[in-house]
């Protein structure tokens, strides 16, 4: 049998030996039981109750690919935490015909699935729960049980006393604090300061160009130098709760509830004086009166602005010079946010375009320009040279299918003979079983294998054109909405580069919404047979067609 092993470590503060001597015990064990070991894979520093490790998701790739027959690791828990994601793998892996086998319980069944898996998920909440005391008992004795703010840096645990989170003041940065709040107390706007510090070049908080959002943060979230209360020598720890979201193995921030916060009094932590605070308070709480001065209409229509992007192609519009977006800049026109809200010395690119040029000009690349009919031509005779060589593989893998099919009827056939001449025993019967189970894999696969090749309407390029140039009829109606997001489907991207006194402008195309529109699926979510399917595995190179088109403006 064909064995691969797997091993695993959580913490960066772990043994990094930890994995391969997990490694060498699972080589060991395998080759004692007459196994083959074709690959390892080892996930270094990485939590287990997480799906989303790297080693991992190269395993559960192999195992589709059918690269080995039993997967060997020290313990259960190697190969995960949660008990959801532990039966998962172990009904992907049964479904393959694949075992996993442990050092220290060898075979696992069911039972251990669900044993060590509870187990495995109850020494993770045990684990969160330890953590978040200690972070608490490091938050109360008034040191930082998270990262350092700006305006302070690491300091040395005072009287020799053990334990992390001592800071102290940096001077340089506390200046620039207490000026933050200066400039804000007599009128000026984060843009406004940050401009100042950009341009007198005085470093960021993380290093780069300061931007107005990390002086004027969230107050409700505490965020942002303005709001942050350890500078009138109080450390608020527990505003936000964070949790993992299933889905993508991310950690998530939610608002926690007051009474779990932490308020400790930091006195030789204070940086800003009571009357400089209140006064940039002040000016917090009078800015908030004149927005709400403005009226309940734009609140009530504040949740549906926010749905959709106000303008046809918000949100797709790329600096070529800094990679940041392009936003309104006046009434009519988008320019770079980055050089607007960070200067010159984060991007010097001072340009605007009109939007309704731009438009046109995007307009223009997508009905005329980006489904050329020389190039649709050429992209055909790439597609069919893909699809022919998918076919191929695909035929092969089935080949190979057809011919294990065969071995294991004719291992079924020998064992109900073995059966029935009276040699029977309960490793036959196991034995058995599992072909039974392989060959119904087997033949289900080779029943939903067979699909039809995929055509493309020989005149699918005029079919484009003309459907774009009915959605531009229609996308300054009131119902051209819909007409409006099955445009921006369209464009990959809008990337506008400054040459000279010019922009020059790249559209990228989304190939997959392209031919799902000239298909006739105007639904840009809903499947659209071969666009969806066979676009993602295919390739076009520099002269096959739909390279972005370039205007200068």
Known sequence: MRAVTYSRYSSDQQNPRSAADQTRLCRVH????????????????VSGASRFRPEFQRLLGDARARKFDVVVCEALDRLGRKLADIAELFDQLSFLGIAIHTVQQGPVTQLHIGLSGTMSQLFLADLKAKTHRGLRAVAEDGRSAGGISYGYRIAPAPDGRAGRGHREIDEAQAAVVRRIFRDYAAGLSPKRIALALNAEGIAGPRGGAWAPSAINGDRGKGTGILNNALYIGQQVWGRRAWTKDPSTGRR??????????VVTEVPE???????????AKARQASLDRKGAAQGTEAKASAFWTKQRPRYLFSGLMVCGA???GF??????HFGCSTARNKGPTACGN????????LEETVLSALRERLMDPELFREFVSEFTATWNRLQAEASAGLTAQRAELARIDGQIERAVDAIVAGMASPALKGRLEELERRKAHLEAELAGAEAPAPRLHPNL???????VAELARVLAAEDGIEAREVVRGLVEAIRLTPEGERLRIEVRGELGAILRLAEGARNQKRPGGVAEAFVGQIKLDAGTGFEPVTFRL
Request: charged share 35%; hydrophobic share 40%.
């Open 252 to 261: 998530v921030a939610r608002k926690a509830a007051p009474e779990t916060r």
């Open 461 to 467: 390029a005029e079919l484009y054109r003309t459907r």
């Open 350 to 357: 001072r340009l605007t375009v009109r939007r309704d040029v």
């Open 30 to 45: 395998a080759e004692a039981q007459g196994w083959r070991v074709v690959d390892s894979y080892e996930d270094l520093a």
């Open 269 to 279: 932590l204070r940086i800003v004086p009571d009357e400089l605070w209140e006064a």
């Open 327 to 332: 936003s309104k800049m006046s009434v009519e």
């Open 322 to 324: 800094c990679g940041g």
